[in-house]
């Protein structure tokens, strides 16, 4: 960790926390998606799947980054302007986020390895990612529907984690704008 805090987050950091957003609202209801093809049409159902699988291991080296950005780079302090009570909110709901971030691709790669149906898991068409664990229906029916809550609880969260930053945004804060664009200008504070 760097010995003083950060001002800013670097323009890396910010890229990788928007693709990671993006890929994690593409590929939860990507997931809902895939499941609901029919097996008739099996070439569009495996292509799902696929893209869906590509999405979380992508998602998963994106996290990765991000943490090993976060040791080396730091983290800004959070706007002053921000209550405590909010931010040991904001605090918490970070780490409960990032710990999804890491479990729902690990979760949704057991279901993969674990499935009746061996569909292989080519991560972007190209590269195939063996699957460690042998095929278990009873492993299955317990993976998937945790799979599944993790995914949905990730999305609620990474929602009310937007929401929470418009917020503060609307409120004159400068939480949102040193995401989006780096910014650390302070607009007049709105009353409430």
Do not use: C
């Not at 159902?45 to 893209?51: E, G, V």
């Not at 409120?171 to 910014?183: E, F, I, P, S």
Request: hydrophobic share 60%.
């Amino acid at each position: 960790m760097p010995a003083e805090p950060v001002a800013e987050w670097t323009p890396a950091q910010r890229r990788l926390h928007w693709w990671t957003a993006a890929l994690v609202f593409l590929a939860a209801p990507l997931g809902f998606l895939m499941v609901g093809v029919p097996l008739s049409e099996l070439l569009a159902k495996f292509l799902l799947y696929q893209l869906h699988k590509s999405l979380g291991i992508t998602v998963l080296l994106l996290v990765a980054a991000r943490l090993v950005l976060r040791a080396i780079e730091g983290r800004p302090p959070m706007d002053a302007a921000v209550p405590q009570r909010q931010q040991k909110l904001a605090a918490s709901m970070h780490a409960l986020l990032y710990l999804l971030l890491i479990a729902t691709p690990v979760l949704g790669y057991l279901v993969a390895a674990t499935a009746p149906a061996q569909v292989p898991t080519l991560y972007l068409l190209l590269i195939n990612v063996p699957h460690l664990l042998p095929t278990d229906a009873a492993r299955f029916a317990v993976l998937m529907p945790i799979h599944r809550a993790a995914a949905i609880l990730l999305v609620a969260l990474a929602a009310g984690h937007a929401a929470a930053a418009l917020q503060h945004h609307l409120h004159g804060r400068v939480t949102l704008a040193r995401m989006w664009r780096g910014v650390a200008n302070r607009r007049p504070a709105q009353p409430r």
